[in-house]
């Protein structure tokens, strides 16, 4: 475990790889940092002003080689977050909910992650915005009391917290898509903010590039990173890709989350970044969720990220 | 016999990327994220049918916003009638990434 009392950290993000199903982040100093999501409970919750889980693309109604029973991996993941010693405040899931934007995806969806009770914030990926109305079953049952395509904000003890719609409207050649809407009540919901608050914002493609060739980045993340460049601490959470790629840049921290349903190839060492097909004894490895602690004091926030084959 | 030899010489010259493919009705695969082929040559009045080899769901629409087609699961078709000549590119809505273009000729 870090030693959490080191003030060094506070611009460090950590982020372990442990088995279970996603990432614990905790905030320390507003800068998240990694804990033992189901490994460690007694540091967690000592540690921890409050934790929140990320979840992601959950894609349910896939059934295709890379993993023909994605919902049983999903209900692993959600057995996971039932048994966790110390509830987390809430869940984030940050898109692909459903794989085909179906009804009945939809319900199971709400179904199976509402089980261990906690709140839920959504972001849509573009899995869930393909029925005939482009998007109006997502919006139908997530956007109620938010802006737009579906974003909004919310504080949690003192962190703040914003939802990212980039996958709407999206342009030939072109990445992840925000548009100057979403972008000008950003500006404004910022606005007044002191730089000392801590800034969480999640979307579903990831707000910097990672691979443009697989379209892996936001065309207009820039701006948003433009917005949040005076905040002492700020941690970018996506999804998508389905694999954990990290950096850490001034005082923001990126990391994506696994997917509970398949994974994809890392950036480049495929023909395209279609479900990749891993042995099965290997799959759950490859799966998994993310935990956030949020701490006070001169503490940074920790990530944890854990798979399916752990604990 | 000599039919058959001339379509193979023929397909094989498409997918040597030697020339745009010209057909009448004609078809094109999407597979590893990609259009087969991406830069089609058709008569005007005749058709193109998109068809979803891969294992994710891909949506075909013109960039002029002319047509698109419904979110195609794999193995899903979907059919569309280019009446009047000129040029299409067309992209994936959900990959964007993912063009390609249909010229139509008189
Ligand atoms: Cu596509």
Not at chain 1, 114 to 140: C, F, M, Q, R, S
Not at chain 1, 197 to 225: E, K, N, R, S
Request: overall charge negative; glycine content about 10%; some cysteine.
């Amino acid at each position: 475990m870090p030693n959490n009392d080191d003030p060094s950290r506070r611009k460090v993000l950590e982020c372990m790889t442990w088995a279970g199903t996603g990432v614990l982040w905790t905030f320390a100093g507003g800068v998240p940092k990694s804990l033992g999501l189901l490994g460690d409970p007694a540091v967690a919750a000592e540690a921890s002003a409050f934790t929140f889980l990320q979840i992601s693309d959950s894609h349910i109604g896939f059934n295709k080689a890379a993993n023909p029973h994605a919902l049983d991996t999903l209900k692993e993941a959600i057995g996971k977050v039932k048994a966790l010693p110390v509830k987390p405040a809430f869940m984030i899931h940050t898109g692909d909910i459903t794989h085909l934007s179906l009804p009945e995806q939809f319900d199971t969806a709400a179904q199976l992650i509402g089980e261990p009770g906690l709140d839920v914030h959504y972001v849509p990926g573009e899995h869930d915005l393909i029925d005939a109305n482009n998007g109006k079953l997502y919006l139908d049952r997530y956007g109620a009391g938010k802006k737009g395509a579906g974003w909004y904000s919310f504080d949690h003890n003192g962190v703040h917290f914003v939802g990212l719609v980039n996958v709407v409207n999206l342009k030939a050649g072109g990445l992840g898509y925000l548009g100057a809407e979403q972008l000008a009540w950003l500006a404004d919901d910022l606005k007044g903010k002191p730089d000392s608050t801590p800034i969480v914002v999640f979307a579903h493609i990831p707000l910097w590039t990672i691979y443009a060739d697989w379209g892996w980045g936001t065309d207009d993340g820039a701006q948003v990173l433009q917005l949040l460049r005076r905040f002492g601490s700020v941690t970018v959470l996506n999804g998508h890709i389905h694999q954990i790629i990290q950096k850490v840049e001034g005082n923001v921290t990126f990391h994506t989350a696994r997917s509970t349903a398949f994974p994809q190839p890392a950036p480049g060492t495929a023909p395209s970044p279609g479900p990749m097909k891993v042995p099965e004894e290997q799959l759950r490895r490859f799966l998994g969720l993310t935990s956030v602690a949020v701490k006070f004091g001169a503490q940074p926030l920790a990530i944890t990220d854990t798979t399916l084959a752990d604990g | 016999m000599r039919a058959k030899l001339i379509f193979w010489v023929f397909a094989l010259l498409v997918s040597a990327g030697i020339g745009p493919a010209l057909a009448a009705d004609a078809s094109v695969s999407i597979s590893n994220f990609t259009f087969h082929p991406a830069d089609l040559q058709i008569k005007a009045g005749s058709t193109v049918t998109f068809r979803n080899d891969d294992d994710i769901p891909h949506r075909v629409a013109a960039e002029d916003g002319s047509f698109s087609t419904k979110a195609l699961d794999s193995d899903d078709k979907a059919t569309i009638t280019f009446a009047r000549p000129g040029v299409f590119p067309y992209f994936c809505t959900i990959h964007p990434h993912m063009r390609g273009k249909v010229t139509v000729t008189p």
